[in-house]
């Protein structure tokens, strides 16, 4: 393949600089076939892919979606930006990815999605909440962030869901600078993605105004944000190499008595965005999480502790989000206990 600057080049002389041109087409197959599915779909960020899917779904104000507590903000921020509900699960203390338990403790008839994040490269519970979803008619939504070489039993995670997004944002293994993809197995639900993100028309409509059935927005990726992520295409596999051996490297200088690594969830396989490790900090000298994190950071690790758990956010109790959402009861801690002690024992050394 080109090089980047050559892809550039192309798009700059062939006079198609703005949307779904033969570069945005072309890249997003290749990120669709990356991770085992079908149809690819490119947005300006992953956000923006999620909120595709959701709206494709007609997801609306009065549905729920389940999302874990400790997880992705944006999970939960774009369920509440199209009106529903988020409703919030607990995580697996051992892997700190959704439990799936506490997921069907969560269900209702007005669940219509769940948002699973694959936590650190780290697959979840997928044949489990998979299982669980089709015994009830709802739609899996995987973030996967960048975590193309994530298995579970061997089998690629987009395999488990109905939707996946991929982040093309600065500093993920595949980057567009900005942008996101949708990716799915099922024509038609790729046909309704498409629509709502090119302004409500389909394949092939061009630039005329005739719509179907969708109302949509503009969501689409500019033709030279495309070409930067086909370049890396190409260089993805010694990204994530890099990025497994940096993991081992990491576990074997970090680890301790009172930092110890997550496990990868059995059978799984992670594709190792960052190492998280509990922190007890009774096993040394009560020293509070942040001052560990401190510590780390002196010794050139790219430390944090990046989410808190969500349900306990001043957001939520706000007028602002009972009136868009219509949900006016707020939440409580119950159920959630983990997801919160998750916000105060992790630390996540990110790999990059």
């Not at 001052?291 to 349900?311: D, K, T, V």
């Not at 159920?335 to 916000?343: D, K, P, Q, T, V």
């Amino acid at each position: 393949m080109a090089n980047k600057q050559q892809l550039l080049k192309d798009v700059l002389n062939s006079g198609i600089w703005g949307t779904i041109g033969p570069k945005s087409e072309s890249a997003a197959q290749l990120i669709a076939r990356r991770v085992s599915g079908r149809y690819g779909l490119l947005t300006y960020s992953a956000s923006a892919a999620l909120e595709v899917q959701l709206r494709s779904l007609e997801i609306v104000y009065g549905d729920e979606v389940i999302v874990a507590s400790y997880s992705d903000p944006m999970d939960v921020m774009v369920v509440a930006n199209v009106g529903a509900t988020p409703v919030f699960a607990d995580i697996d203390p051992d892997t700190a990815t959704l439990s799936t338990a506490s997921v069907q403790a969560a269900l209702s008839d007005k669940t219509k999605g769940i948002i699973v994040d694959a936590i650190g490269g780290n697959p979840c519970d997928m044949k489990g909440l998979a299982d669980l979803c089709n015994q009830n008619g709802v739609k899996i939504i995987l973030n996967l962030g960048d975590g193309y070489n994530t298995l579970l039993n061997g089998k690629p995670l987009s395999q488990y869901a109905y939707g996946t997004i991929v982040d093309l944002s600065d500093g993920q293994a595949l980057s567009a600078g900005e942008g996101g993809a949708l990716i799915h197995h099922d024509e038609a639900a790729y046909m309704a993605g498409f629509a709502f993100h090119n302004c409500g028309r389909y394949p092939g409509a061009g630039n005329t105004l005739d719509m179907d059935t969708i109302l949509g927005g503009d969501y689409r990726i500019a033709e030279w944000q495309a070409a930067m992520a086909e370049a890396g295409i190409d260089e993805l596999d010694a990204v994530l190499l890099h990025r497994k051996e940096k993991a081992k490297t990491t576990w074997e200088a970090v680890s301790s008595d009172w930092l110890i690594p997550l496990p990868i969830i059995p059978g799984g396989v992670s594709s190792f965005h960052s190492v998280i490790f509990k922190y007890h900090k009774e096993r040394n000298g009560d020293l509070p999480i942040d001052g560990a994190i401190e510590a780390l950071r002196s010794r050139g690790y790219n430390a944090c502790r990046p989410w808190q758990a969500m349900h306990r956010q001043p957001v939520f109790a706000s007028g602002y989000f009972k009136k868009m959402t219509g949900h006016v009861n707020g939440y409580s801690d119950k159920g959630l206990e983990h997801s919160i002690a998750a916000g105060e024992t992790l630390i996540w050394v990110m790999l990059g």
